[in-house]
């Protein structure tokens, strides 16, 4: 097959694209310029672009890239900011993965004549005896990133490959120091690619939006202090909400950004019985009833039944087995079977 | 085989640029500055090919300043003046980044263009004459010679007549980097007071510029150390890249009357042919406003990136607008300072022909770039939207 594997300048990728080669595939490696200012490593990530393209000429395969900055910008960008003035905590990369690397990056691959886009994400696709086809877990659980791409539906799931989902990080390392490639102990990326750790998320939205300052109240509404910027906080936040120590811990239970009001409360006062989630995407076809829940990038999952809520079109119904902290709006949510090992589909919470 | 379409981002060395330079590798290593015999032979070699380099540019001998590259000259003469005298840098917004960015790096002021991407000669004015009015000096203006991405073509007397008359303590600085290979530079010299070249555009090596200082130094140098090139530019001497820069300089300078005009219907052929071909091919300049080796258009229906791949794919080598430092192309600042529609400036394509260009290259070329685009715009399913009036200009 003709491949084009998506190369971040990470070791991940550097063997997805050795591993299809070894496949007998023809590979062209791309690695995409979605954010043009500064990040951790140099505007434009310019070193990774760098690491990619030197893995690439030490695999003898052609390398490009390209730029889709403007997608990113109106895709991942600009709601990232828009979502944090609302009070909103979306994650950016899930949105990348859905409107630029599964659907631009895709259909420029199909556009040009490739049969597959490969990346070097930490996920399984299976085939059952009927066709269908299934998300998976990848095989280290410690680095398992099918959270990260469960948006991915049939049609998407025939034209993507994960070469190194079946792989330990430890044994993609050493496949990538077999041969010598310059990312064999690059560490893995951390965070979000255009937020730097120097900056921080604060300085990034600071210049983007302004913050308001808002009161902290208790559950009865009795002010308890204020916080500097209410787009800055996050439900089941503890630390930075300008209250003093030695008291009970409280936490961030509920945040409104238009009255400016952020309520706390003990760690009980977050448990809810049941969540809404929106924006479903499923890998096959709809499901309701017994789901294991996966809320965050490496969280633990839970039971729970979920059933489509008549009304919205889109949007389930999450009943908890057992009460669980509320989950901050905005977070992708995503259901696995009872095994825990297949990804079933997963949308955003309200 | 390659067709190479690409000359513009740079050219194939000159055979006999080649041979030249190989004494200067294999034999005459020498440091020029050095004291003995062997290093007299090899300074001989400098100061012989800095007379040829002058003859062609029509400035004293003494005026040329070998440098690194197109780009170290073009930094030299901005930042060297700013240092020196203090004030505004200015320039119109299509020129390379090896001006604009060192412009804007020093906060100097940035002026707009009309549609064939020329200087605005009645901005410039109001620009200069605003900067004057705040009693700020300028110490520079640089305009391009020819545009690297459109080609097209400034006029520098009626530039240098708007600088003596709005900013007359000004230094005028021109980057003629694109233009060696198609205007006489006799012409164009005594216009300027800077002017920037870069030998691999014009069948030289890379790793050659060349600064003129007309009428003797008046900026600061750049690199400092010991001393070379009349303390202008420190480092030792490329000998073997400035022997073969003078080479490449003259053997263009002689072929440029019978080139242009080969070239010119080259390029027509090549623009003609994809216009038969393909709907919604427009032509970025009228071909009267552009160098004969320029054929830049703008595609309905694709994309530059996915354009180039498949020409990639069929070894035939051209751009669209420049690369930023990841290698990607950057939306082309030069298209958009001239008004050109960003829908309509996503399908760039640039091609650009030179010394080595065949009626063969451009007969692959034109159906290379026809199937290729036929394909993308089948595959996209959209018929590319027609509009009789679309043609920017012809």
Sequence with gaps: ?350 | MVTYLDHAASAPMRDEAIEAMLPYLRDQYANPSGSHRFARQARQAVDESRDRVAAVLGCRPNDVVFTGCGTESDNMAITGAVQRHGGVAVCPAVEHHAVLEVVEHHGGTVVGVDAAGRVDLDELATRLGALADAGRTVSIVSVMAVNNEVGSVNDLAAVRRVVRRHAPDALLHTDAVQAASWLDLRQVTPHVDLLSLSAHKFGGPKGVGVLVENGGPRIDPLLIGGGQERERRSGTHNTAGIVATAVALELTDADRPTENDRLALLRDQLVDGLQAALDGVHETLARSEKVAGSAHVCIDGIESESLLFLLDEADVCASAASACASGAMEPSHVLAAMGVPHERALGALRMSLGHTTTVDDVERGVDVVAAAVTRLRDHAGSAPVLSGSGRVSS
Excluded at chain 1, 252 to 273: F, M, Q
Excluded at chain 1, 274 to 281: C, E, I, N, Y
Excluded at chain 1, 290 to 305: C, E, K, M
């Design chain 1, 1 to 350: 097959m003709k491949v084009m594997c998506a190369m971040s300048g990470g070791v991940d990728s550097s063997v997805a694209a050795l591993l299809l080669l070894e496949a007998g595939h023809e590979v062209v490696g791309v690695t995409m310029k979605l954010w043009g200012g500064d990040s951790d490593t140099g505007c434009c990530s310019v070193s990774d672009v760098d690491d990619a393209r030197r893995v690439a000429q030490q695999l003898g395969i052609d390398h490009l890239v390209f730029n889709f900055g403007d997608d990113f910008d109106t895709h991942v960008v600009d709601p990232y900011v828009a979502a944090h003035a609302a009070g909103v905590t979306p994650n950016p990369c899930i949105e990348c993965n859905r409107t630029v690397k599964f659907a631009r990056l895709a259909e420029r691959a199909d556009l040009l004549g490739f049969d597959a886009v490969a990346t070097g994400h930490h996920a399984n696709i299976g085939r059952e005896s009927d066709g269908t086809l299934t998300l998976l877990r990848g095989d280290d659980p410690a680095k398992d990133q099918s959270y990260v791409v469960h948006m991915l539906d049939q049609a998407q799931l025939a034209r993507t490959m994960f070469p190194v989902g079946g792989m330990h990080k430890s044994e993609v390392r050493e496949r990538a120091a077999q041969i010598d490639l310059r990312t064999a102990d690059k560490p893995d990326s951390q965070d979000v690619c255009f937020i730097t750790s120097t900056g921080g998320r604060t300085s990034f939205l600071g210049d983007r939006i302004p913050f308001h300052r808002a009161d902290v109240v208790d559950l009865d509404g009795a002010r308890l202090g204020e916080v500097e910027s209410v787009e800055m906080v996050t439900i089941g936040q503890r630390k930075g909400i300008g209250l003093p120590g030695g008291g009970p811990k409280r936490y961030v239970v509920d945040v409104d950004t238009t009255t400016r009001i952020v309520t706390v409360g003990a760690d009980s006062d977050l448990l809810r019985n049941d969540l809404v989630v929106h924006s479903m995407a499923w890998v096959d076809h709809v499901v309701s009833g017994d789901v294991r829940v996966q809320a965050s990038a490496h969280g633990a999952t839970q039971r729970a039944v979920i059933e489509a809520v008549d009304e919205r079109p889109g949007a389930v119904t999450v009943t908890w087995a057992e009460p669980q902290r509320r989950i901050a709006p905005g977070q992708s949510v995503v259901f696995y079977d009872l095994t825990d090992r297949r990804v079933l589909g997963g949308g955003i919470a309200d």
